[in-house]
């Protein structure tokens, strides 16, 4: 992750639901009939002196639908930096305090790994991490399973896309 002095600054700028490599609720909303409650999200910017950007945007999980995302979003100041938040997040993945199980069906960029959340045996989401350049994206969600390939792809190949971009633009 990016070094030197964070500057806190509020979200401005972040692309619009739908838009960029941030997975939202919304974004699950496409697949199910999820009710999004904007009271349960949010979403913070740090931007650090070296130029490295970190945004996390969460909702929050709430028992009546079982819905919780979670989405962390690195851009690094190069690949070097970048390949060492992925091992970071990679390293994470097994301390999330719910049973995950590596599920590869994923594979995409530069890394990638994907496992399936689960509580006292059952599946109840997906966790996603990949790396594209200097970009690191690293979701977590509850609420809603992916059975086929197909379908999560739907989901999670225009935030990569977005990803890519961002990895090759800049933020």
């Known amino acids: 992750m990016s070094k030197g002095t964070p500057k806190r600054t509020p979200p401005e700028g972040l692309p619009p639901d739908g838009d960029g490599p941030i997975l939202r609720a919304a ?15 949010s979403e913070s910017r740090v931007d650090y002196d070296d130029g490295g950007v970190h945004i996390r945007y969460v909702y929050r999980f709430d028992a009546s ?23 970071e997040y990679l390293s994470r993945a097994a301390d999330m305090g719910v049973a995950i199980e590596r599920d590869d069906r994923l594979s995409w960029g530069d890394a990638s790994a994907m496992w399936a959340v689960t509580v006292d045996g059952e599946q109840v989401g997906h966790a996603i991490l990949a790396r594209k350049g200097m970009g690191t994206l690293f979701v977590i969600f509850s609420g809603y399973l992916f059975a086929g390939e197909t379908t999560i792809r739907e989901l999670i190949e225009p935030k990569l896309e977005a990803l890519e971009a961002l990895s090759r633009d800049g933020t």
Not at 29 to 40: E, L
Not at 65 to 70: E, Y
């Open 27 to 41: 974004d699950l909303s496409r697949f199910s009939a999820i009710d999004v409650d904007p009271a349960r999200e």
């Open 65 to 87: 639908d079982g819905v919780f995302v979670s989405s962390l979003l690195n851009v690094d100041v190069d690949e070097k930096e970048a390949e060492s938040t992925f091992q």
